[in-house]
């Protein structure tokens, strides 16, 4: 199982780190992804890591804002959000990976159950 959590308010321009814990599983044999929904929008991909660490993935929405990160020892992978805007509020989720290719990530049947971040002045 996963479990998000790291969500909170924040005004635009400010920063917050999501983790995703994982508990009864080696997380170092996942490659993770981190996803967000607003309210009426889709599902979005905002960033993945391949299960080493070595291989890591980003929109051009969030790329140089958001870094992701894993601590394998510590079965946990980060999300690093800084320069925050109002259209990054979401609820953020954490997944296993069912596909890390060059450009994509697709997420697999695990998932955390989702931590709401709200950029708001």
């Known amino acids: 199982q996963l479990q998000a959590s790291g969500g909170g308010l924040v005004q635009p321009g400010g920063s917050l780190r999501l983790s995703c814990a994982a508990s009864g599983s080696a997380l170092h044999n996942y490659a993770i992804g981190w996803f967000r929904q607003a309210p009426g929008k889709e599902r979005e991909g905002v960033s993945c890591?391949?299960?080493?660490?070595?291989?890591?993935l980003y929109p051009d929405s969030v790329k140089g804002r958001f870094t992701i990160s894993r601590d394998n020892d510590r079965n946990t992978v980060y999300l690093q959000m800084n320069m925050l805007k109002p259209e990054d509020t979401a609820v953020y989720y954490c997944a296993t990976l069912r596909y890390y290719g060059d450009h994509e990530c697709l997420p697999g049947v695990i998932w955390g159950q989702g931590t709401l971040v709200t950029v708001s002045s």
């Open positions: 890591i391949s299960s080493s660490g070595h291989s890591t």
